[in-house]
């Protein structure tokens, strides 16, 4: 059974740039959360999508995005990039979102801002 | 905010030497759970406890969640190099948005 897929696994963006982030669930699984994973923050939680829709938010600015497909297939967004968004992006799946089931990471996106 | 504190930030022991790593905070969580991450991949769950005292085993490995379901301690016995990463505990909030919310982590070197 595959694993969750992100993509790409690096990148380098200048200040100000606009980046996308794609991430495929595990096959059957709906629910598809992001997070961001920095030395000095840790991993902390950007938003869910379940069945297309944003269900959970934490405490990001506007410049973080996200949307999720049909296929349940899901994108981030972040505009404007900001030397401070440097980070690994993590994205996590499970089958319906409840939180006391597992959640399956991908390797992540390194995203280096210049 | 809920936060979740973990400790030791850092742990560096002898191969077979036991160890705890503990995730302490003030709020109250309806799960917590624990991921092991190696360098350069995503976070592994190992284990989510659900009830206030609960034990699991895993292996070497076990996991208990404080009986207030605020804290939650992680011990090794007779520790391997290949306990080697980073450990992170995760709490499932009850008020506000449903999300994880992340310890800052253990990072374990076992020496050979």
């Known amino acids: 059974k595959a694993g969750v897929t992100q993509t790409p696994r690096y990148l380098i963006k200048t200040r100000g740039q606009q980046v996308t982030l794609s991430c495929s669930p595990i096959?059957?699984?709906?629910?598809v959360s992001w997070y961001q994973q920095t030395p000095g923050q840790g991993l902390q939680f950007l938003f869910e999508?379940?069945?297309?829709?944003?269900?959970n938010k934490g405490n990001f600015p506007g410049r973080f995005s996200g949307r999720q497909f049909s296929n349940s297939r899901s994108e981030m967004n972040v505009s404007t990039l900001e030397l401070g968004d440097s980070a690994l992006y993590l994205c996590?799946?499970?089958?319906?979102?409840?939180?006391?089931?597992?959640?399956?990471f991908g390797d992540g996106t390194r995203l280096s801002i210049l | 905010t809920q936060l979740l504190e973990q400790s030791p930030q850092f742990l560096s022991i002898q191969e077979g030497e036991n160890l705890t790593v503990y995730c302490n905070s003030s709020s109250v969580f309806s799960s917590l759970q624990w991921y092991r991450q190696e360098p350069g991949e995503g976070p592994v769950l190992l284990v989510t406890?659900?009830?206030?005292?609960e034990v699991k085993k895993l292996k070497r490995l076990t996991f208990q969640f404080g009986d207030a379901r605020k804290d939650s301690s992680l011990h090794i016995t007779a520790a391997q190099p290949g306990d080697t990463g980073l450990y992170l505990c995760a709490g499932a909030t009850i008020q506000g948005a449903q999300k994880l919310v992340f310890g800052q982590g253990t990072r374990l070197t076992i020496n050979p």
């Open positions: 996590a799946s499970s089958l319906r979102g409840a939180l006391n089931q597992p959640q399956h």
């Open positions: 999508y379940f069945s297309e829709t944003q269900r």
């Open positions: 096959s059957g699984h709906r629910s």
């Open positions: 406890v659900v009830t206030g005292g």
